[in-house]
C-alpha cells in the first residue's frame, strides 16, 4: 500500500520544467531528451525495489524491446558504445564455428561515430574503410567489393543520422561472401528499408538510449541479434565473460552447478565463477531500465515527431529557396528514415565556410553539429592504427568540411522551427551580400 502511496505522490506533485520559447533568446538545443511524470513514477517505482543491478525491469524491457525491434533476443547494456563492443565481442568468441580473429578485415566507413570502429580496432582487426554517397552520407555499396579481400569476415557499419544505409544489398553482399553484418541502429531506430525495419537484416545490431537518441534512459544501449548462440556469446562478454548465465541474485539455472569441468579447471569447479571469456561489466541498472520502459511506451510518437519536423524544415528549405546553398541529405532509395537530424552540406553556392555557418547560427541560439568524427582516418586516436580505404574517401572528406546538422527531436514544435528557418534565411541573404 506504501508504494502506492508514494507513487500516486509523485504524480500529484510533479510540474514540468517548461520555460516558453523566446525567439533569439532560447537556446535550440540540436538534440534533447523528453521527459514526463510517468518516466519519474517509473523511477520511483524501481527505486522502491532497491535493486540497484539488473532485474524485473531489465527483463522487461529485453522483452518488449526486441518485440519493438522485430527480432528474438536483446541484451541491455551501459550504453550504445558498449552495445558496440559487445555485438562485435561476441562475433569473436571461439565458441562460434567462424569467429572473427585478430588480423581480419572488416568493412566500415569513416564518416561517423568513432565506437562504429573502435570495437574493430581494439579487437586487433583491421577496418577498411569506403566512401559515402555524397546524396544520403550512408555507405557507397558500389564500393564493397573492391573493398573485399581473402580477409574479409565482416561489415560493421551505422546507419547514418537516422538515414539507413542500403541494408538489402548490403545485407545480400555480406550473404554472398559468408560475411557477419553488424548494424549499427543507433542513430535509427524506427526506420525501414523497403518496409523491413532496420536492425533485422544482419546478424547483430546494437541500439543507444543516450538523452539525444530516440528515446533515452540517461545512458543505456542494447545489442540485439538473431542467433541465440551469437547472443549467448553477448551475454557473456557483458557480464564479466562468464560461462554461467544466471540472472543477478539466482543461482544453479542450468541445474548442474557444480557438475561442469571446463578448460583446465578440476571437475565440479562452480559454474559461477568459470569464464569462457576475457569479459567485462557492462550491465545497466534496473532503474535505468524501468525509464526505458516508460519511454518505450512513447517512442512510436517520438519518432513521428522527428519526420514531422524534419518534413517541415524541408518544405521551409524548398519554399524559401534555400537548397541551392544548403544541401538537404536525401532519404536512402526505398527507405522511411527515423531522422536523428537535419542534415545540410554547403552547396558551391556557398560563400562562408562550413566553420563561418556554424558560428552564425551558434550565436543566434540555434544548436548546430557535426556529422560526428568527419572522416575518422584524420582524427588523432587513428595515428598509428592499422587500417586500409578502398578506393578513396573523397566524399568523406566533403563531409568533414561542409555538412553539418540541426535539431529535429520530439522538443522542438512549430516556433522553434520558424525561428530556425528565419536564421537560415537571414544567413543565405548575409552570404549574397
Known amino acids: 500500500m506504501w508504494r502506492t502511496d508514494i507513487l500516486e505522490f509523485v504524480r500529484a506533485r510533479y510540474t514540468p520544467d517548461a520555460k516558453p520559447f523566446v525567439a533569439g533568446e532560447t537556446y535550440i538545443p540540436a538534440s534533447g531528451k523528453v521527459l514526463d511524470v510517468e518516466?519519474?513514477?517509473?523511477?520511483?517505482e524501481a527505486s522502491l525495489d532497491l535493486w540497484l543491478t539488473a532485474g524485473r525491469f531489465s527483463d522487461r524491457f529485453e522483452r518488449d524491446f526486441a518485440r519493438f525491434v522485430g527480432l528474438r533476443w536483446c541484451r541491455l547494456t551501459n550504453s550504445g558504445s558498449s552495445a558496440n563492443l559487445l555485438a562485435f565481442a561476441g562475433l569473436t568468441s571461439r565458441t562460434l564455428?567462424?569467429?572473427?580473429?585478430?588480423?581480419?578485415?572488416?568493412?566500415?566507413?569513416?564518416?561517423?561515430?568513432?565506437?562504429?570502429?573502435?570495437?574493430?580496432?581494439?579487437?586487433?582487426c583491421v577496418p577498411v574503410f569506403v566512401d559515402v554517397d555524397p546524396a544520403t552520407h550512408n555507405i557507397d555499396v558500389s564500393g564493397l567489393e573492391a573493398a573485399l579481400s581473402d580477409r574479409t569476415r565482416a561489415v560493421m557499419v551505422a546507419h547514418a543520422l537516422g538515414n539507413p544505409f542500403d541494408a538489402r544489398a548490403v545485407a545480400a553482399f555480406a550473404a554472398a561472401h559468408d560475411l557477419y553484418l553488424v548494424e549499427d541502429c543507433c542513430d535509427a531506430l524506427g526506420a525501414t528499408v523497403d518496409g523491413q525495419g532496420v536492425g533485422t537484416f544482419g546478424d547483430v545490431a546494437t541500439v543507444s538510449f543516450y538523452p539525444a537518441h530516440h528515446m533515452t534512459m540517461g545512458e543505456g544501449g542494447a545489442v540485439l541479434g538473431k542467433s541465440p548462440q551469437v547472443m549467448r556469446t553477448v551475454e557473456s562478454f557483458r557480464d564479466w565473460g562468464r560461462d554461467c548465465w544466471c540472472a543477478p541474485g539466482k543461482d544453479?539455472?542450468?541445474?548442474?552447478?557444480?557438475?561442469?569441468?571446463?578448460?583446465?579447471?578440476?571437475?565440479?569447479?562452480?559454474?559461477?565463477?568459470?569464464?569462457?571469456?576475457?569479459g567485462y561489466n557492462l550491465k545497466a541498472t534496473d532503474m535505468q531500465a524501468a525509464i526505458g520502459c516508460s519511454q518505450l511506451a512513447k517512442v512510436e510518437a517520438f519518432i513521428a515527431r522527428r519526420r514531422a519536423n524534419h518534413a517541415y524544415l524541408s518544405q521551409?528549405?524548398?519554399?524559401?529557396?534555400?537548397?541551392?546553398?544548403?544541401?538537404?541529405?536525401?532519404?536512402?532509395?526505398?527507405?522511411?528514415?527515423?531522422?536523428?537530424?537535419?542534415?545540410l552540406s554547403l552547396t558551391d553556392e556557398a560563400r562562408w565556410s562550413r566553420r563561418d555557418v556554424t558560428r552564425y547560427l551558434e550565436a543566434r541560439k540555434v544548436g548546430t553539429r557535426l556529422v560526428f568524427a568527419g572522416n575518422l582516418v584524420r582524427q588523432p586516436a587513428m595515428q598509428g592504427v592499422p587500417y586500409r580505404i578502398a578506393g578513396d574517401l573523397a566524399h568523406t572528406d566533403r563531409v568533414m568540411t561542409h555538412s553539418f546538422w540541426v535539431g529535429v527531436w520530439p522538443g522542438l514544435g512549430t516556433a522553434h522551427l520558424d525561428y530556425m528557418l528565419d536564421v537560415f534565411t537571414s544567413l543565405r541573404a548575409e552570404m549574397q551580400s
Open 252 to 278: 544453479d539455472t542450468c541445474g548442474k552447478r557444480f557438475g561442469w569441468q571446463l578448460g583446465d579447471l578440476p571437475d565440479g569447479y562452480d559454474h559461477k565463477y568459470i569464464y569462457t571469456h576475457l
Open 97 to 124: 564455428a567462424r569467429p572473427v580473429l585478430p588480423g581480419s578485415e572488416v568493412i566500415t566507413v569513416a564518416a561517423g561515430f568513432p565506437t562504429t570502429v573502435a570495437p574493430i580496432v581494439q579487437h586487433g
Open 39 to 44: 518516466d519519474l513514477v517509473a523511477l520511483t
Open 316 to 343: 521551409g528549405f524548398r519554399e524559401r529557396g534555400l537548397t541551392d546553398t544548403f544541401a538537404i541529405v536525401q532519404a536512402t532509395p526505398g527507405s522511411d528514415p527515423s531522422w536523428f537530424g537535419f542534415v
